[in-house]
């Protein structure tokens, strides 16, 4: 028992830990950890300040600092200076959204996949490809030497989502998760900070748990991070970079305004901080917004992957890169992928130099704009955030019932959607709401079934 344990003593957390395991503080961390993992511990909870357990432990400070460290770098619990230490609202999320298998009799509306309607255009495309008598340089390694097309290729797209650059600072990856984890190796070490949304990308939290980078949610105004925020964290919260996804926001479906890209970027500039900017979506819009990297090019490492705007197969991300982040990024890729694919980086790059990207990108909108009115005939009497040429929408729940609760319910009923909890970052409170993607099913059909299912549950919330 503790030396200084009184029974009646108000502590949200009084560990019991065997002093003769060494070292103390790991077992102090495994102890934390567990109680999190088996509920002891509930997200949101505050724990006792440092100073007051190592007073109830009879431990030096230095241990129990050390402990809480171990698990904050593995996302576990946040900390928060004026506010105290929290157990992180994610640290029971399920960080992997897509499952290994097709949830069998659920319809899925909680992946964002994209309409099949770019599978038989690319089939062509690859199959003239494997017509060509020198067929056998495609499962070879490729030589980034030899790629200077493909790469006015990557140029091409990415101007057409919204940024202007040059050859110079393109790179290649094995997607946009792939690019996010090699930017992130290369310019932290364990321990660096780098600030995100209150809700974000399950992709990076990965990344960054992996890494022992932590992530810090910095303050939205109107579901688009505050520059005002940003900056504050600049100075007080000791950060390296920040991740944005201006488009599209994942999971809010928000568009960022001009006037807020202007302000980070300057932001950025100010206080030499990288900013990786995630172009998943940006092809998603009809007139694309200007790139944040387009205010900020020597700041910015901007990733354009196609897995959402052409085929989810296509594994593929051009990244530009910013001349001072380029030769340890290009080292992080190298040493993460030896090469890309060079036969889905020619695939890429035909389908983008032909145009037929264009017809494939108008496709998918037409679908995605279908999809859309079909889901606001349904949910017309709620709110569901993002617009009509997006893939999903952020659905705020009625009631009281959190996100977790309604994902749990909706998959009793054969409907897979994904909770705000899922996104969260740190102790952020998360919304009450889920993502609900309109692509994801199958057949127009499957999503209308989906949406009657939905509609039921909200229904009987209200």
């Not at 659920?106 to 495309?125: F, R």
């Amino acid at each position: 028992m503790p030396i200084n344990s009184f029974e009646n003593y108000p502590m949200s957390w009084k560990p019991s830990i065997d002093k003769t395991e060494k070292p103390i503080y790991q077992a102090l961390a495994g102890q934390l950890e567990q109680d999190i993992l088996n509920g002891v511990l509930l997200p949101g909870t505050k724990l006792p300040p440092q100073r007051e357990l190592a007073d109830y432990l009879d431990l030096n400070l230095s241990t129990i600092s050390k402990a809480f460290k171990v698990c904050e770098l593995k996302g576990l619990i946040s900390a928060t200076v004026g506010s105290g230490t929290f157990v992180s609202y994610d640290a029971l999320s399920n960080a992997y959204l897509l499952d290994d298998k097709k949830p069998r009799h659920l319809i899925e509306m909680g992946a964002t996949l994209p309409d099949s309607a770019s599978y038989e255009p690319l089939l062509l495309q690859l199959k003239n490809m494997l017509q060509e008598t020198d067929y056998e340089k495609w499962f070879g390694y490729g030589r980034s030497g030899e790629s200077r097309w493909q790469k006015d290729a990557a140029i091409k797209l990415i101007q057409r989502g919204g940024f202007e650059t040059t050859v110079d600072h393109i790179l290649f990856a094995n997607g946009g998760q792939n690019a996010i984890a090699a930017t992130l190796a290369s310019l932290c070490q364990p321990g660096d900070r780098i600030g995100v949304d209150h809700h974000t990308y399950p992709g990076l939290k990965t990344v960054a748990a992996m890494l022992s980078v932590q992530i810090v949610p910095i303050k939205s105004v109107n579901y688009e991070m505050s520059p005002t925020a940003f900056e504050y964290a600049c100075k007080n919260d000791n950060i390296k970079g920040i991740y944005l996804i201006p488009d599209y926001h994942n999971p809010t479906a928000h568009c960022m305004s001009v006037e807020n890209r202007k302000r980070i970027a300057a932001i950025a500039k100010k206080y030499n901080q990288f900013i990786i900017e995630d172009a998943t979506y940006h092809l998603h819009n009809v007139k694309p917004l200007p790139a944040v990297a387009s205010f900020a090019p020597e700041q910015v490492i901007y990733i354009a992957s196609l897995s959402k705007s052409i085929a989810p197969g296509l594994r593929l991300a051009y990244v530009a890169v910013p001349s001072q982040y380029k030769e340890p990024i290009s080292k992080a890729l190298y040493n993460l992928n030896i090469s890309v694919s060079p036969l889905l980086a020619e695939l890429s790059a035909r389908t983008i130099v032909s145009n037929q990207f264009e017809a494939l990108i108008e496709s998918h909108r037409e679908q995605a704009f279908c999809r859309n009115q079909v889901l606001n005939r349904y949910l017309a009497d709620y709110t569901c955030l993002g617009t009509e040429t997006g893939i999903f929408r952020w659905l705020l729940l009625p009631g009281k019932i959190t996100g977790a609760e309604f994902e749990a319910l909706a998959a009793q009923q054969g409907v897979q959607v994904y909770a705000a909890e899922r996104f969260v970052v740190g102790n952020s409170c998360p919304d009450r709401a889920v993502r609900v993607s309109i692509c994801a099913p199958d057949t127009l059909e499957e999503l209308e079934r989906g949406l009657i299912i939905l509609e039921r549950l909200l229904n009987d919330l209200t």
